[in-house]
């Protein structure tokens, strides 16, 4: 089964609304970072947080990771209609000299105009 | 800068057929990596490589195989396409900096494969 999962696996806001998306993980991590997948598209890096930090950000986003709960969040403040888009947790598991970065499924995010 | 291409954006095979993915990149990064992207199931790890003649199994390895011998090019290879690999096939690359799990990946657009 996926490392990560989000949650929810789908969205649907107003525009200027906040957005709030939330992925867990099952085994120790480096590191977490989010992505952004437009509809046709490849993925495009968002946010990396390391796995001493706590809280960070990045325009009108906000990550936050709790390693204790083994999971993290992705606020989006003042939501566009831009902004839709699919949402990625990605989390690196490390073996031995190299690693693998695992995706969840993704939470579908529509922003209603 | 043309960043991760991909070729060819769209394949139709019939099952059986073999096949190559092309992936280049031109940053210079050392890590490189596949994935497929299936409907509700997010991108899974196919094949990665860490540097030039070194590559190494993901979560879906099989049927597919991978070489790298140079640090640009990351071609993926369906040995015998079976209905079950029709996907979105994703190439990814990334420095190692002092960790390669600390590192952003950079994608491509895409190839998307339907096998008949």
């Known amino acids: 089964s996926q490392q990560g999962e989000e949650d929810p696996q789908a969205l649907s806001i107003q525009e200027g609304e906040n957005a709030t998306m939330n992925c867990s993980y099952k085994?120790?991590?480096?590191?977490l970072q989010w992505y952004r997948q437009n509809s046709g598209r490849g993925l495009v890096h968002l946010i990396l947080?390391?796995?001493?930090?706590r809280e960070k950000h990045s325009g009108r986003l906000r990550v936050t990771l709790d390693t204790s709960k083994k999971s993290s969040s992705l606020l989006i403040t003042a939501s566009r209609a831009a902004d839709t888009a699919s949402y990625f947790c990605?989390?690196?598991?490390?073996?031995?000299?190299?690693?693998?970065?695992?995706f969840g499924s993704g939470t579908r995010l529509l922003v209603r105009p | 800068n043309a960043g991760v291409t991909q070729t060819p954006k769209f394949q139709v095979l019939k099952t059986g057929q073999s096949m190559t993915l092309q992936c280049a990149q031109d940053?210079?990064?050392?890590?490189m990596s596949w994935y497929r992207q299936d409907p509700g199931m997010g991108l899974r790890l196919i094949h990665y490589?860490?540097?030039?003649?070194?590559?190494d199994q993901g979560e879906v390895p099989n049927g597919y195989n991978v070489s790298r011998s140079t640090t640009e090019d990351f071609p993926l290879r369906l040995l015998s396409a079976a209905p079950s690999q029709t996907s979105v096939y994703f190439c990814?690359?990334?420095?190692?900096?002092?960790?390669?799990?600390?590192?952003?990946?950079?994608f491509g657009d895409g190839t998307r494969l339907s096998i008949l």
């Open positions: 990814a690359s990334s420095t190692a900096g002092t960790g390669a799990s600390n590192q952003p990946q950079h």
């Open positions: 085994t120790s991590i480096n590191n």
């Open positions: 947080i390391r796995s001493n930090e």
């Open positions: 990605a989390t690196a598991l490390r073996r031995d000299s190299s690693y693998k970065l695992i």
């Open positions: 940053m210079n990064h050392e890590y």
């Open positions: 490589s860490v540097g030039a003649g070194i590559t």
